[in-house]
């Protein structure tokens, strides 16, 4: 077991736990911020995205302990950013999710996109969310939404 | 709560208000026994409630699973309507197996269709009740007084009064036997497109599903299961899991109940879920792989191949259609194949038990609460009136929450080791032990006669019967009706007519798949439609017009004028003849759960075989919309749904097990592949009907179509693939 001292949504946490735990399971069963999902364990679907120093990572497959002296924002920290309130209310505005499960990860992975990418295209937003699975199809919506949020930032 | 138990069907709404002041109506939702059986009496039961509080709290009951089909916004949008207050008022609780909500499975696309009448019917007697409470307070009469927005109104004068006020004195009155209902004209809900009311919360990380409940004191826990269908568990050595940290216990699951619907499995029971995966993980077993040990998918097509032989029992026959078929000069005999498919939705299976001497409560994200109800009481040996199911939000369903597996294997484990635990699958539990879409075979036969007009039409469908592969007993001379789904009730005027159904159970572990055995009697159904056209020369789309023209004709609850109108407006919609430049387009149409769809895809194909799908036009009959925007939601789903079963990764079977594991060979479709889809709603003054399925059905057909249009090489056996595409494998 290893303490550890992270820093998820701007606050300080310190868990012990066993250093090779994915990050997913710290951020649910430790930290209670079960808003990230767990969808496949081996980073094939992006249910479990975060950002780790602003960049899109999977957390079902990263250790615990690379996350010490970084920053993580979850889906319960998104609307602090300006980038992440702005797709919240777009994807309410086009009202995106079905059953939601995968939405956390494809706001995350928009967050990432439109940090680097102001106005994206159909194109980037197909590379950027390609890893993005949704099995329930809300895929035009998300692409939308995308663009919303783009306009209004 | 104080209410009665069996009500008369007239008199189907209850005033069950007690002391307390608040006004309370039970009221009843037909519903089938039970969804999981093909058609059978319908019955009313109380099913729902609404309460409406002193403090102008509006509380229903939803007693439906909300798997992102979005019931949680269509039921209180039906209530609201006729009760005149803004959906925002309506709060949604939603009801577990203790309520008596009478039944509260969710599947076969039936919330709506089933809810509708009963709501406006409650909504309507509650409005009525309020009104006559305001009349008498004012001491005027009725006709005088408005229900508006929350308030009851005198109209042409200022007073109102909200409806916590009232409704002291309006639980006390009669309840209204049949209480006027809006006129579509009146509606300020009902047909107008919302957003759902759990949006926010599901994209801000604060909506709980199953996967993130907890209770104090909670294990969790990881199970490894059978590889092979119907495998034992000979020995196992668990001493290294044991030395995981926070490996709590390891044991076999001992089952009492004969359930089908557990493999043999050991449990793996921890302080966090991490160490009880890595100690699932390094579990030695030695299995007996019994009698599947060799199967593969290749064994069971050989069993279809000689099973299609049989004579099989005829859902529906018309004319003589053998005799018909051997006669005519222009014929065609076409075999499709349709694969296992998974349903993988997204939240893996999980469920949340706690099995205490005073009683079982179950949390989760669960289709049919009371056959897990009653499956848990039968494998612990106690009354079904100790056990409690709860229902949380679904990440996904599409009929795998359906089956009460997973809750079942939680409360054996929770059972043994006394305290509450949260089972959690991994993805390759789900992909590996599901239950899948049955594989299917189709013999299909037609004829032209010598004018080359439609002369017959056959269709044998050849495949395991999900209710009789469980329950033997559900299966009644050798048909399965609901195998016969989109099949018995063909639409197509053929003057020769056989549909037949030839059961031939496997091993494999089959279940209820969105849409059940429409997506491969349509798929079957519709392609063969288009090789007929083929055949006589003429359009596809002008074919199956022709063969759905003429008078209304009913065939089980569905009517032709229906079909055909959706069909016309497809065609309309989605430019059928008129393709973009290099693009080419396919055609299908289908009817199911009451409601009926028809789409055009329009794709263009690369030599290699690669093709792109570029649109999808769907046009849908489901009677009154009361939400579209939910409506739309659900036909981009399950055209989403189909495509990945279409053209993606399916289930096969070798050496007794799934092939697949996880999405990267189980793959679905991918947002840069995902194609425009454009959606029309026509406007009807139907009943409402389901929506969840009935756009799934035409997806690989059109598609299908589509590619033959572009390269004269027809699919007939899904998956598509590239090399059927460019007609270098045999399809």
Same mark, same amino acid.
């Given at each position: 077991?290893?303490?550890?001292?992270?820093?998820?949504?701007?606050?300080?946490?310190?868990?012990?736990?066993?250093?090779?735990?994915?990050?997913?399971?710290?951020?649910?069963?430790?930290?209670?911020?079960?808003?990230?999902?767990?969808?496949?364990?081996?980073?094939?679907?992006?249910?479990?995205? #975060?950002?780790?120093?602003?960049?899109?990572?999977?957390?079902?497959?990263?250790?615990?302990?690379?996350?010490?002296?970084?920053?993580?924002?979850? #889906?319960?920290?998104?609307?602090?950013?300006?980038?992440?309130?702005?797709?919240?209310?777009?994807?309410?505005?086009? !009202?995106?999710?079905?059953?939601?499960?995968?939405?956390?990860?494809?706001?995350?992975?928009?967050?990432?996109?439109?940090?680097?990418?102001?106005?994206?295209?159909?194109? !980037?937003?197909?590379?950027?969310?390609?890893?993005?699975?949704?099995?329930?199809?809300?895929?035009?919506?998300?692409?939308?939404?995308?663009?919303?949020?783009?306009?209004?930032? | 709560?104080?209410?009665?138990?069996?009500?008369?069907?007239?008199?189907?709404?209850?005033?069950?208000?007690?002391?307390?002041?608040?006004?309370? &109506?039970?009221?009843?939702?037909? =519903?089938?026994?039970?969804?999981?059986?093909?058609?059978?009496?319908?019955?009313?039961?109380?099913?729902?409630?609404?309460?409406?509080?002193?403090?102008?709290?509006?509380?229903?009951?939803?007693?439906?699973?909300?798997?992102?089909?979005?019931?949680?916004?269509?039921?209180?949008?039906?209530?609201?309507?006729?009760?005149?207050?803004?959906?925002?008022?309506?709060?949604?609780?939603?009801?577990?197996?203790?309520?008596?909500?009478?039944?509260?499975?969710?599947?076969?696309?039936?919330?709506?269709? %089933?809810?509708?009448?009963?709501?406006?019917?409650?909504?309507?007697?509650?409005?009525?009740?309020?009104?006559?409470?305001?009349?008498?307070?004012?001491?005027?009469?009725?006709?005088?007084?408005?229900?508006?927005?929350?308030?009851?109104?005198?109209?042409?004068?200022?007073?109102?009064?909200?409806?916590?006020?009232?409704?002291?004195?309006?639980?006390?009155?009669?309840?209204?036997?049949?209480?006027?209902?809006?006129?579509?004209?009146?509606?300020?809900?009902?047909?107008?497109?919302?957003?759902?009311?759990?949006?926010?919360?599901?994209?801000?990380?604060?909506?709980?599903?199953?996967? *993130?409940?907890?209770?104090?004191?909670?294990?969790?826990?990881?199970? &490894?299961?059978?590889?092979?269908?119907?495998?034992?568990?000979?020995?196992?050595?668990?001493?290294?899991?044991?030395?995981?940290?926070?490996? =709590?216990?390891?044991?076999?699951?001992?089952?009492?109940?004969?359930?089908?619907?557990?493999?043999?499995?050991?449990?793996?029971?921890?302080?966090?879920?991490?160490?009880?995966?890595?100690?699932?993980?390094?579990?030695?077993?030695?299995?007996?792989?019994?009698?599947?040990?060799?199967?593969?998918?290749?064994?069971?097509?050989?069993?279809?191949?000689?099973?299609?032989?049989?004579?099989?029992?005829?859902?529906?026959?018309?004319?003589? +259609?053998?005799?018909?078929?051997?006669?005519?000069?222009?014929?065609?005999?076409?075999?499709?194949?349709?694969?296992?498919?998974?349903?993988?939705?997204?939240?893996?299976?999980?469920?949340?038990?706690?099995?205490?001497?005073?009683?079982?409560?179950?949390?989760?994200?669960?289709?049919?609460? @009371?056959?897990? %109800?009653?499956?848990?009481?039968?494998? &612990?040996?106690?009354?079904?009136?100790?056990?409690?199911?709860?229902?949380?939000?679904?990440?996904?369903?599409?009929?795998?929450?359906?089956? /009460? *597996?997973?809750?079942?294997?939680?409360?054996?484990?929770?059972?043994?080791?006394?305290?509450?635990?949260?089972?959690?699958?991994?993805?390759?539990?789900?992909? @590996?032990?599901?239950?899948?879409?049955? +594989?299917?075979?189709?013999?299909?036969?037609?004829?032209?006669?010598?004018?080359?007009?439609?002369?017959?039409?056959?269709?044998?469908?050849?495949?395991?019967?999900?209710?009789?592969?469980?329950?033997?007993?559900?299966?009644?001379?050798?048909?399965?009706?609901?195998?016969?789904?989109?099949?018995?009730?063909?639409?197509?005027?053929?003057?020769?007519?056989?549909?037949?159904?030839?059961?031939?159970?496997?091993?494999?572990?089959?279940?209820?798949?969105?849409?059940?055995?429409?997506?491969?009697?349509?798929?079957?159904?519709?392609?063969?439609?288009?090789?007929?056209?083929?055949?006589?020369?003429? *359009?596809?789309?002008?074919?199956?017009?022709?063969?759905?023209?003429?008078?209304?004709?009913?065939?089980?609850?569905?009517?032709?004028?229906?079909?055909?109108?959706?069909?016309?407006?497809?065609?309309?919609?989605?430019?059928?003849?008129?393709?973009?430049?290099?693009?080419? %387009?396919?055609?299908?149409?289908?009817?199911?759960?009451?409601?009926?769809?028809?789409?055009?895809?329009?794709?263009?194909?690369?030599?290699?075989?690669?093709?792109?799908?570029?649109?999808?036009?769907?046009?849908?009959?489901?009677?009154?919309?009361?939400?579209?925007?939910?409506?739309?939601?659900?036909?981009?789903?399950?055209?989403?749904?189909?495509?990945?079963?279409?053209?993606?990764?399916?289930?096969?079977?070798?050496?007794?097990?799934?092939?697949?594991?996880?999405?990267?060979?189980?793959?679905?479709?991918?947002?840069?592949?995902?194609?425009?889809?454009?959606?029309?709603?026509?406007?009807?003054?139907?009943?409402?009907?389901?929506?969840?399925?009935?756009?799934? /059905?035409?997806?690989?057909?059109?598609?299908?179509?589509?590619?033959?249009?572009?390269?004269?090489?027809?699919?007939?056996?899904?998956?598509?693939?590239?090399?059927?595409?460019?007609?270098?494998?045999?399809?």
């Amino acid at each position: 077991m290893a303490k550890l001292t992270l820093n998820v949504n701007g606050k300080t946490y310190t868990v012990d736990v066993a250093a090779d735990t994915p990050v997913l399971w710290v951020l649910r069963d430790s930290l209670k911020l079960t808003g990230t999902k767990f969808g496949c364990g081996m980073a094939q679907c992006g249910s479990c995205t #975060i950002l780790l120093d602003g960049v899109a990572v999977r957390s079902c497959t990263m250790p615990v302990s690379m996350l010490v002296g970084r920053k993580v924002i979850t #889906i319960e920290g998104v609307a602090e950013s300006k980038i992440g309130a702005a797709l919240q209310k777009a994807w309410l505005a086009e !009202d995106v999710p079905q059953c939601g499960y995968c939405q956390s990860g494809q706001i995350m992975a928009a967050v990432a996109l439109l940090s680097k990418n102001p106005h994206p295209g159909d194109q !980037d937003i197909n590379a950027a969310l390609n890893g993005q699975l949704c099995r329930c199809g809300t895929y035009q919506r998300i692409r939308k939404a995308i663009h919303l949020a783009a306009a209004e930032v | 709560m104080n209410m009665k138990k069996s009500i008369s069907r007239r008199n189907f709404i209850i005033n069950s208000s007690k002391a307390g002041g608040a006004l309370m &109506l039970t009221f009843a939702l037909p =519903l089938k026994k039970s969804p999981l059986v093909a058609a059978s009496e319908t019955d009313f039961e109380p099913n729902a409630f609404i309460r409406i509080s002193q403090d102008n709290e509006i509380t229903l009951w939803v007693a439906r699973s909300d798997m992102g089909q979005g019931v949680r916004t269509a039921l209180p949008l039906i209530l609201a309507e006729e009760l005149e207050v803004d959906l925002d008022k309506v709060k949604i609780e939603q009801a577990d197996t203790n309520r008596d909500c009478g039944k509260m499975g969710t599947g076969g696309s039936t919330s709506v269709k %089933q809810s509708y009448l009963p709501l406006r019917q409650a909504g309507a007697a509650a409005r009525e009740m309020l009104i006559s409470a305001a009349a008498n307070r004012w001491k005027i009469e009725r006709s005088k007084c408005i229900a508006e927005n929350g308030f009851i109104i005198h109209r042409g004068n200022s007073r109102k009064l909200s409806y916590g006020e009232l409704v002291a004195e309006a639980a006390v009155l009669p309840v209204p036997e049949a209480a006027p209902l809006k006129e579509k004209k009146d509606f300020k809900l009902i047909g107008k497109s919302r957003g759902h009311l759990d949006t926010f919360a599901r994209i801000s990380g604060t909506a709980k599903y199953g996967i *993130d409940l907890e209770l104090p004191g909670m294990r969790y826990a990881s199970v &490894l299961r059978a590889p092979v269908f119907g495998a034992k568990i000979k020995s196992f050595d668990d001493a290294a899991s044991r030395s995981i940290a926070g490996v =709590l216990e390891v044991f076999k699951i001992e089952r009492r109940g004969s359930g089908v619907l557990l493999s043999e499995g050991i449990a793996v029971v921890a302080e966090n879920y991490w160490a009880a995966y890595k100690g699932r993980m390094l579990l030695q077993v030695d299995w007996d792989l019994g009698d599947n040990e060799k199967l593969g998918s290749a064994d069971i097509r050989k069993q279809f191949i000689a099973d299609a032989k049989k004579t099989g029992v005829d859902a529906r026959s018309v004319g003589d +259609a053998e005799k018909a078929f051997t006669g005519s000069e222009k014929k065609i005999e076409s075999i499709f194949e349709v694969p296992f498919a998974s349903h993988s939705p997204f939240e893996p299976m999980n469920c949340l038990a706690d099995v205490r001497p005073d009683g079982v409560d179950i949390r989760g994200s669960l289709q049919s609460p @009371q056959w897990v %109800q009653s499956e848990i009481a039968r494998e &612990l040996g106690i009354e079904k009136t100790q056990v409690t199911v709860h229902v949380s939000l679904l990440g996904g369903g599409f009929g795998r929450r359906l089956e /009460p *597996d997973v809750a079942n294997e939680a409360a054996l484990i929770s059972k043994k080791i006394a305290a509450p635990v949260k089972v959690i699958w991994t993805r390759e539990d789900d992909t @590996q032990h599901g239950l899948y879409r049955p +594989a299917s075979y189709h013999v299909l036969q037609g004829a032209l006669d010598k004018k080359g007009k439609p002369l017959v039409f056959s269709h044998k469908i050849v495949a395991p019967s999900i209710s009789g592969w469980r329950w033997p007993d559900a299966v009644k001379n050798g048909l399965d009706n609901s195998m016969m789904e989109g099949l018995k009730n063909l639409p197509y005027n053929f003057p020769n007519l056989k549909l037949t159904g030839v059961i031939s159970n496997t091993p494999v572990h089959c279940g209820w798949w969105r849409s059940v055995y429409n997506s491969q009697n349509a798929f079957a159904n519709e392609v063969f439609m288009d090789e007929l056209a083929r055949l006589a020369g003429q *359009d596809p789309f002008e074919f199956r017009l022709a063969l759905l023209a003429g008078p209304n004709r009913e065939l089980d609850h569905y009517h032709t004028h229906r079909l055909r109108k959706t069909l016309e407006m497809v065609a309309k919609t989605g430019n059928w003849g008129k393709p973009a430049p290099g693009r080419f %387009q396919g055609i299908a149409c289908h009817a199911c759960f009451s409601s009926y769809a028809a789409e055009i895809m329009e794709i263009s194909v690369e030599k290699s075989g690669a093709f792109r799908l570029h649109k999808v036009t769907c046009v849908v009959d489901c009677g009154t919309v009361i939400n579209p925007n939910g409506v739309r939601a659900q036909v981009e789903g399950a055209i989403v749904y189909g495509l990945s079963a279409a053209v993606k990764d399916t289930i096969t079977i070798r050496d007794g097990r799934v092939e697949q594991s996880n999405f990267h060979d189980y793959r679905i479709l991918r947002i840069d592949e995902m194609p425009a889809i454009e959606v029309l709603i026509i406007d009807s003054e139907e009943a409402p009907t389901g929506m969840g399925e009935p756009a799934l /059905p035409p997806v690989a057909a059109a598609l299908s179509n589509a590619i033959f249009a572009a390269t004269g090489n027809r699919i007939r056996k899904l998956p598509v693939t590239a090399a059927a595409i460019s007609g270098s494998s045999e399809s």
